[in-house]
């Protein structure tokens, strides 16, 4: 398994937000997760990122325990992580963003690095910005800097936080059949979403979560036809 | 006319002075949004530095400051890494106060290991050598040298910013400090690297501020508050701008004294007080935020 999270805990105060939560995800594949707001989505993905540390519990990443790395050491044993609101380096221009984390979070030399990441612009349709400053773009440029820059760590899972949301539908399509295309690169592929459409279009599995807990997993369609799951989403898109 | 064309000249070159004062201020602030209450200090103790260097060996003070940088550098750095990271934080008073106590542990050191007397560092006959311009006009060799170096190291800051992998990781870092460490960067390393090069900068600061004019324990404060006026003035986040700050107060400065001896540190805290009333970011500001 590539990631392997076990038991996973973690409550501010008396408010529980991951509660014994166990997920796994071999490698290349691609796990959608959804729930209400509030049910702790975003928070996992901080604990496997490393911007918080769980209160309980373990997750395991690519063999070994990610427990006391920080975030950069997580960036470079293969965690990237896109978020829900993209945060550009805003002062930085497009390539320069991708550099970063080529050359920080992948080790990579100058030179390496100025070749992946123009690959990785040009995969992301964001060449043509390349030298513009990542503070000017467009919303669904943003969504793609924040992938490609995510990409740039080569990564060997990424973490896609919402970032179907607030496009158009022609906009959400083009980035479905980008996130395809990087699928079958052999990433694995953690994708929050409420776009539902867009996620079953990629993912292979899907889980369920509400107030931090996981309530239900497994093939999408199947899981979205179970009662509970339906509760919950009455009134959502599905 | 002279007289006032003079007054420019000089208020020039001593800008160049209060530029390197500045730039390893607006080097901190700009990478790890650190104000440093000790920086004036650290000029001084630097100033010191050269000077046991260049006393105990008998050397120029310009090779001292060669055979000091990399000292200074890793001063810098182990200062970073082992004390300012921990202070840092959302927080803004604990670094401040971190940095004022450092600012009194420096002065008192110093006045310890040195006593009160003032110092000065020799260079022999270049230290009063001078260029005539004509008419009655001359500058000093060491003023022309100051400008010039504070331009050099801009340009090189300026280079280590915009064309090198650190510079990006010292501008990521500044602009989103989480997002910098999902990409991998290591910010506690990162910002002790920052310190140390400004350190460099301080080190190429004290050299002038020694060769100009004596210097004692105490004088850290007032260099701090020039330092503080030209980023200021300059707009946060620029060094060119900083440059630029350096010069208005020199400028200031100079042209008071002009007016009336008694003017010259006035008229420079006037000139900050304008630009501040005006253009409240400073002439050149570049950080967003």
């Not at chain 1, 040009?122 to 030298?131: P, R, S, Y």
Request: one cysteine or more; proline letters at 4%; hydrophobic letters at 55%.
């Amino acid at each position: 398994m590539l990631l392997e999270v076990a038991g996973l805990r973690k409550s501010f105060g008396s408010i529980v937000v991951a509660d014994d939560l166990d997920l796994t995800i071999a490698a290349s594949e691609a796990v959608g997760i959804i729930g209400p707001n509030g049910a702790g989505k975003t928070t996992l993905f901080n604990l496997i990122a490393g911007g918080l540390s769980p209160s309980a519990g373990h997750i395991r990443f690519d063999g070994s325990d990610l427990a006391g790395l920080p975030p950069q050491g997580r960036c470079r044993a293969g965690i990237g992580r896109t978020y829900q609101i993209p945060q550009p380096f805003e002062n930085l221009t497009v390539f320069e963003n991708l550099l970063v984390g080529a050359v920080h979070g992948r080790r990579k030399t100058e030179t390496e690095a100025v070749q992946a990441c123009g690959e990785i612009l040009d995969q992301l349709g964001l060449l043509k910005c390349a030298n513009a400053l990542a503070g000017s773009l467009t919303l669904l440029e943003r969504k793609r800097l924040e992938m490609a820059r995510a990409l740039a760590t080569a990564p060997k899972l990424v973490l896609l936080d919402e970032i179907a949301g607030g496009l158009t539908d022609g906009e959400c399509a083009e980035l479905v059949a980008t996130i395809g295309d990087i699928r079958k690169t052999g990433v694995a592929i953690l994708w929050i979403e409420h776009v539902v459409h867009a996620l079953f279009a990629v993912i292979d599995r899907l889980v369920v979560l509400n107030f931090g807990r996981k309530i239900a997993e497994g093939a999408p369609k199947e899981v979205m036809q179970r009662p509970d799951v339906h509760q919950i989403y009455i009134g959502i898109e599905a | 006319m002279t007289g006032f064309l003079d007054a420019i000249i000089q208020g020039i070159l001593l800008g160049g002075l209060y530029a390197l004062f500045a730039t390893g201020l607006s080097l901190m602030f700009g990478v790890m949004r650190l104000v440093n209450l000790a920086h004036g200090d650290l000029i001084v103790l630097a100033a010191f530095a050269i000077f046991v260097v260049a006393e105990r060996l008998g050397l120029d003070p310009f090779v001292a400051v060669l055979l000091a940088a990399p000292i200074l550098f890793a001063i810098g750095f182990a200062l970073q890494h082992v004390l300012l990271n921990r202070a840092l934080g959302r927080d803004l008073l604990p670094p401040l106060l971190v940095t004022f106590g450092l600012s009194i542990i420096i002065q008192n050191g110093l006045l310890q290991m040195f006593s009160a007397d003032s110092r000065r560092l020799r260079s022999g006959a270049i230290e009063t050598a001078s260029i005539s311009l004509g008419g009655d006009i001359a500058v000093g060799v060491v003023p022309l040298l100051t400008l010039a170096s504070a331009i050099a190291v801009i340009v090189l800051l300026n280079i280590i910013f915009y064309r090198t992998a650190i510079g990006r990781a010292f501008r990521a870092t500044s602009d989103d400090l989480d997002v910098a460490q999902l990409m991998g960067i290591d910010v506690n390393r990162t910002f002790a690297i920052a310190m140390g090069i400004a350190f460099v900068v301080i080190a190429i600061a004290a050299l002038y501020l020694g060769l100009r004019a004596n210097f004692d324990p105490t004088i850290g404060p007032a260099r701090l508050l020039y330092a503080f006026e030209a980023v200021i003035i300059g707009g946060l986040g620029s060094f060119w701008g900083t440059l630029a700050g350096g010069i208005v107060l020199g400028l200031a400065q100079t042209i008071g004294a002009r007016i009336d001896p008694e003017w010259q540190i006035l008229s420079g805290h006037l000139a900050f007080l304008v630009v501040l009333a005006i253009r409240p970011r400073g002439l050149f500001p570049r950080a967003v935020d």
